[in-house]
């Protein structure tokens, strides 16, 4: 089964500075979507952003952007300019190719808690 | 508001009874989920249905649970004789099939305690 591994429990960042999450995950498959989601407090999970494996150049919106190393398996958000509003809960998911007449399911990592500091 | 709706947001319960949560996906979505997010952890695939069809069950979905979605559109999610440690934030979401990624929408969650 694929693993999604976010080491970073918790971190800090200052308003107006800029963070990176990291997050590996295992898998043999080619293809294959990344995803981050942002979790605020007692609020439904968000998409931030979304990177398709076969296509090489980092996805990016807005102040949120992806450093995809795919021979790694590495999938890091960097936030920039950081915003008060940008602490939640960050979550880095993995999700393969649907087989025919079937589907993938999504997993998981454990998250990130983002504190972002006036 | 066409986001996913969960309804009860919270529910305690003692231990032994019966709980049903309901979840209502985008409307034009086929596919719905269900998870289960204990602290601390990622959300963790319960289920799945493709319209009215549930195509697949994770081992976490013991006997004690069941889940409908008559007519393709809601869904409910019944845990019979609860245990304590079915307390957990319970999240549905849904997609459309359309959707290359098949990115999923979030509901806010229903969060269940068992005393």
């Known amino acids: 089964a694929q693993t999604v591994t976010q080491s970073q429990p918790e971190m800090s960042v200052q308003e107006a500075e800029t963070v990176t999450l990291s997050c590996t995950y295992d898998t043999s498959e080619s293809d294959y979507y990344l995803f981050w989601y942002k979790q605020p407090p007692s609020r439904q999970m968000i998409l931030v952003i979304r990177q398709e494996a076969y296509k090489q150049q980092n996805a990016t919106e807005n102040r949120f952007s992806v450093n995809f190393q795919k021979a790694a398996k590495s999938f890091s958000l960097k936030i920039s300019d950081s915003q008060l509003g940008d602490a939640a809960m960050y979550f880095c998911?993995?999700?393969?190719?649907?087989?025919?007449?079937?589907?993938?399911?999504?997993?998981f990592g454990s998250g990130t808690k983002l504190n972002v500091k006036p | 508001d066409t986001g996913v709706s969960q309804d009860p947001r919270h529910k305690i319960t003692k231990r032994g009874q019966n709980v049903t949560f309901r979840c209502d996906p985008i409307?034009?979505?086929?596919?719905l989920y269900w998870y289960r997010q204990t602290l601390g952890q990622g959300p963790e695939f319960l289920t799945y249905?493709?319209?009215?069809?549930?195509?697949?069950k994770s081992r976490l979905l013991s006997d004690r649970f069941s889940a409908e979605r008559p007519k393709g559109s809601f869904s409910t999610l019944e845990i019979q004789r609860t245990e304590q440690g079915d307390s957990a934030m319970y999240l549905c979401?849904?997609?459309?099939?359309?959707?290359?990624?098949?990115?999923?929408?979030f509901g806010p969650g229903t969060r269940l305690t068992v005393t």
């Open positions: 979401a849904s997609s459309l099939r359309a959707d290359s990624s098949y990115e999923q929408y």
């Open positions: 998911a993995y999700r393969g190719e649907d087989p025919p007449n079937n589907f993938n399911k999504f997993y």
């Open positions: 409307s034009e979505h086929n596919r």
């Open positions: 249905f493709q319209n009215e069809a549930q195509l697949e």
